[in-house]
């Protein structure tokens, strides 16, 4: 009886696949471009193309824990007048600094940003990552620019 465990043991274990194993790769490193960005309503659900249908951005984390985010509204012009330039802030969100990613959440503690309020602090979001599409989620908050209480949604997806 011992014989034929221990034979089924080896044929068992001369079956199984003699390779380098392949883990999925999970690490966010490299350059994502943005899909979307919509904002939900935490009380309705609704949820609204923030900066347009088609904003333009990416986000960049390299292997040394630097992140780079730069988001952009759908069709800005450059600023004519000073009232102009200072509108331009309303479709622009931007920074930078050094990132932890643990689990489903990623922080930066904020070097320069386009909010002074933000330097210095640590920015946390959760995302889930589903092959090359990077979804990142704000935590709810209450915002100058929308009624109630709600949360930023932007889409990415990994550079080729």
Known sequence: MKI???TMTVMAL???PMGPAHAEDTSLTGSWKLVSYEVES????????AMGDRPSGRVIFTEDHRVSFVLTGEGRKAGGTDADKAALLNTLVAYTGIETIKTNEWCTHVEASWNPEWVGTTQCREFRRTGDRLEVFTPWRQMPNWPGTTRSIVVFTRDK
């Open 4 to 6: 034929k465990i221990w």
């Open 14 to 16: 001369l079956a199984m």
């Open 42 to 49: 935490q009380s309705t659900g609704k949820k609204i193309p």
